[in-house]
């Protein structure tokens, strides 16, 4: 059996796999964010490896540990956790919806070097980077800077808690601006772009996500029950952990994952470099780039009004059945979900526009439900015009679990929805990189094949279609009169 362990946007889980993909045993446990000011989000990165240890060892309590032949951990690209050179966490986590640095990739727009750092990174800059984060370090906590010995992803960090060996895995680093996808390796010149020379030391060596990049230490055997000697795979980006985990081995079809953010990706062999899409990365198959468009826009929207504004529905499922109490045409309520930020303006603020004396909780519902697939749609139409076909959208996230949302999408996308056996892909993802590290799958295709299912289809209705043609438009004028206020 392979473990897979997921560092998500709220929480971190433990699934224990077997070689066919079927879920063995499942432990989670929420996280706690913490939110100091406006436009930062963080987390103390001791009460995060605590938290996996304990998550780890609820699986280790119920099974054999000696029948786990490999693990590999997944989490959230971007933001930023600094390993200090006193041998502890310089600073608490920097979470991928913070916004603090939002005037850097601003500044290197205009002043050229979001242009010359293209040519070499393949991708936009953006304010969750850790390439941003590192500026805005370096120029208001100096001290913290001064004393970097590494500087990690999240799921890099924890393995290298697990193992005492530092690397930075190629998917999760190729998202950071720090990396040079041209060579695949760091770059002294890129980095003196953003003024960063000085941080080169403390980019880790790169590793694959099927690399064997450490194993278990007897002082980590202890804590979290796992055999010592067992080996780490070098594991994954969350989304490329959730493309894998649905058979995205070829051009075919586009991921879409409807989690804390939205994710929206296909493969190719080749970069999109016309900037018309906003990230290439590298994917987890060699030869293949990730193409993604992504924003902090999905259901962290409802997790957040659902904690602050609605605090009495007990879950998504009830929120959902308030929203399939309105007809598609009785509401007209529109909603820009940039609770967290928005697509491209890290200033924006979510707006819910249209209300009269007539709207219920159920219209509202609804509307913010739209109002997600909606920017998901802004995302995937670029995706969409640097292909020649698309066959499925291939859906996951918290939207996957409902069939209600699934038809959502299936009927504001215009395409089918394909629905994965397992909701939980990001474990799965890293259960499959355990599995080929540890030898039981040649390669990840083959890996797909054995462990990958699909559970249903939800076909569009054409019927639906002008009226959310209609709704998009409104969406879209909305947003773009948004642009156009100061934050």
């Known amino acids: 059996m392979y473990l897979g362990i997921d560092n998500g946007g709220s929480s971190v889980k433990a699934i224990l796999f077997d070689k066919t993909g079927r879920q063995i045993l499942q432990a989670s446990e929420e996280l706690t964010m913490i939110t100091p000011q406006s436009g930062h989000t963080e987390r103390d990165m001791e009460a995060l490896w605590q938290a996996n240890i304990r998550v780890i060892r609820q699986i280790t309590s119920r099974v054999d540990p000696q029948s786990i032949k490999g693990a590999a951990i997944t989490g959230h690209g971007k933001g930023l956790y600094l390993w200090g050179k006193d041998n502890k966490p310089a600073t608490n986590g920097i979470y991928s919806a913070d916004s603090r640095a939002w005037a850097y990739p601003q500044k290197w727009a205009k002043d050229g070097t979001a242009d010359k750092a293209f040519i070499k990174t393949y991708q936009s800059l953006l304010a969750s980077q850790p390439v941003s984060l590192l500026c805005w370090i370096r120029d208001n906590q100096p001290q913290i800077y001064k004393n970097i010995h590494w500087i990690f992803e999240c799921k890099d960090y924890i393995r290298f808690r697990l193992t005492g060996e530092a690397y930075a ?49 007897a002082q980590t055997a202890k804590l979290t029950g796992l055999p010592e000697g067992l080996t780490i795979a070098g594991g994954m980006f969350d989304i490329d952990a959730c493309a894998i985990a649905m058979d995205i081995t070829n051009d075919e079809n586009i991921a879409v994952i409807a989690g804390t953010w939205s994710i929206n990706e296909y493969i190719a062999k080749n970069p999109v470099l016309d900037k018309s899409i906003m990230m290439n990365s590298l994917y987890c198959m060699d030869d293949y780039y990730l193409i993604e468009e992504c924003s902090p826009t999905s259901m962290g929207n409802l997790a957040w009004i659902m904690e602050n504004v609605m605090p009495d529905i007990p879950s998504y499922p009830a929120f959902i059945e308030m929203a399939e109490t309105v007809a598609l045409d009785e509401q007209q309520l529109v909603f820009l979900p940039f609770i967290f930020g928005s697509n491209y303006n890290p200033l924006a603020k979510a707006v819910l526009l249209g209300m009269d004396s007539h709207n219920t909780r159920n219209h509202i519902a609804r509307a913010i439900l739209e109002g997600i697939c909606f920017c998901h749609k802004v995302h995937v139409d670029k995706l969409l015009a640097n292909r020649e076909s698309t066959k499925a959208i291939r859906l996951a996230g918290g939207a996957a679990q409902s069939r209600f949302c699934a038809q959502l999408f299936a009927d504001i996308l215009e395409m089918p929805v394909e629905l994965m056996a397992t909701d939980e892909l990001g474990t799965l993802g890293a259960a499959m990189a355990a599995a080929v590290a540890a030898g039981e799958y040649a390669n990840f295709k083959e890996a797909a094949k054995a462990m990958v299912n699909i559970k249903s289809r939800v076909e569009p209705q054409v019927e639906n279609f002008p009226i959310y043609r209609e709704k998009y438009t409104r969406y879209r004028q909305a947003a773009d009169a948004l642009e156009k206020f100061p934050s």
């Open 169 to 217: 895995e190629l998917t999760d680093i190729s998202g950071s601006s720090l990396l040079n996808l041209e060579t695949r390796t760091y770059d002294k010149e890129l980095l003196s772009l953003y003024g960063l020379e000085d941080i080169y030391e403390a980019l880790p060596p790169l590793r694959r996500s099927s690399d064997i990049c450490g194993k278990i230490t």
